[in-house]
């Protein structure tokens, strides 16, 4: 799964040892659709008879002992080793095992496009793919930025399939054909660009139709100009989610979601090194305390105002309990141990037009099922009780808080 990032690129790289593709179901998230469907049990016929055929070896060697210790330190010796290669290649790291996210490659700020004909390519788990979803959808830039659905490849591409298994809500996203280019794969379309194109695919990623080039391919660009850049196209032009004397406190608050909190589960996660993971884990869970007390007088970040730091915050959250928490070893707490930011995350999910950009079902398989390096068995867990439409659905109660002074310092520290 390779998506980009606000303020940088988040590419990632996933290898699979799998020779076989397995078929993804993808559904709506939205009311009882939301739950997870039960899929067919693999075919005995393709799997068993490998594992047989070890079961069988294995009892012969050592009958029903445990492993010979050298097989086991053998074992864990070069499983180790390919984990560091892979690694290596999904997240790079720095001299300490830090995460160190790659660069987004297309800009907007100093090179806006020349034509209103564009095209965005996205995919359902990548958070930062889901923040230009949001973004299209409360601007109402469905009919001005028609938009094509990725999902992921089992060799960490991004690829385009046709879905035999459609949403019964027409208005979920659900993966699909590109509908603007006709490519198999992201990375097709990315080297119809003149010159061509050798860097990695990467989501979310606006093309200028006109042009066949890519007009950006950094998220926090793309909602940017999705806000302001493309309102007599917008059925909804008077919402600004950057106003400009809130513009100093939505960069202050980015400072801080950025580096700590989007970022943040991704440098626990992708740690190779248990100081980079510690110090990771303790500036994530420091900076959600601190935005939980925050939102304890605040209903939104920069006040009563929802904002693009709110939007780039929410798709965070909204993914914390389901996948970061467990597969990211974000475990000091849930999300739903924390009132306020589980309140407020509730509040922008109840916002039709948020909650129908969530397909969780797709967001747990992007992860689970192709980050072989973090989850070898690519078993997905059950979803947690927490992010059921149900619960999500509850009364936030946040209308009642009291206004504030939207001069209140943030304080980064």
């Known amino acids: 799964m390779i998506c980009t990032s606000s303020h940088l690129s988040s590419q990632l790289l996933i290898i699979s040892p799998h020779k076989t593709k397995p078929t993804i ?5 939205v009311s009882p659709r939301m739950s997870l469907d039960q899929q067919r049990p693999p075919s005995s016929s ?4 490998p594992t047989r055929l070890l079961t069988a070896v294995t009892k012969l060697l050592w009958g029903p002992s445990l492993p010979p210790g050298l097989l086991v330190s053998t074992v864990r010796t070069s499983w180790n080793a390919a984990w560091q290669l892979m690694m290596s290649q999904l997240a ?4 300490s095992g830090s ?9 907007l700020r100093n090179n806006p496009p020349s034509t209103a004909n564009l095209h965005l390519y996205v995919g359902l788990p990548c958070p930062w793919a889901h923040r230009t979803l949001i973004v299209r959808a409360l601007k109402g830039l469905e009919d001005a930025v028609p938009v094509s659905i990725a999902g992921p490849g089992q060799d960490g591409s991004w690829e385009f399939t046709n879905n035999r298994n459609p949403s019964r809500d027409k208005d979920i996203p659900v993966p699909g054909l590109d509908n603007e280019n006709g490519c198999k794969n992201l990375k097709e379309v990315y080297k119809l660009r003149k010159g061509g194109y050798s860097g990695r695919a990467t989501v979310p990623m606006l093309w200028d139709v006109d042009n066949k080039d890519v007009a950006c391919n950094e998220s926090y660009d793309i909602i940017q100009f ?3 850049g493309l309102n007599r196209s917008a059925r909804n032009p008077d919402l600004d989610l950057a106003p400009v004397e809130l513009k100093g406190k939505i960069e202050e608050w980015n400072k801080i979601i950025y580096p700590n909190v989007n970022n943040g589960v991704y440098r626990c996660g992708f740690a190779q090194s248990q100081e980079a993971y510690d110090t990771a884990v303790n500036d994530l869970f420091s900076k959600l305390d601190m935005i939980d007390d925050h939102l304890g007088g605040s209903r939104y970040l920069c006040g009563d105002t929802l904002t693009l730091a709110d939007v780039c915050l929410f798709t965070t959250l909204i993914r914390f ?11 000091k707490k849930k999300l739903l141990e924390y009132p306020n930011l589980h309140g407020y995350m509730r509040e922008i999910y109840q916002i039709p037009e948020v909650a129908a950009t969530c397909n969780f079902t797709a967001t747990m398989d992007g992860y689970y099922k192709i980050l072989f390096p973090l989850n070898p068995g690519s078993i997905r867990p059950v979803m947690p009780s927490g992010c059921e439409h149900e619960v999500l659905s509850r009364p936030h109660n946040r209308e009642s808080l009291p206004s504030v002074d939207r001069n209140t310092p943030v304080y980064v520290s």
């Open 321 to 331: 309990d389901l996948v970061y928490n467990v597969l990211f070893k974000c475990t």
């Open 99 to 107: 995460y160190t996210r790659p660069a987004s490659k297309f800009f």
């Open 25 to 29: 179901h993808y559904k709506c998230h």
């Open 92 to 95: 790079p790291s720095d001299s």
């Open 46 to 49: 393709s799997s068993s008879s």
């Open 226 to 228: 999705f806000n302001s």
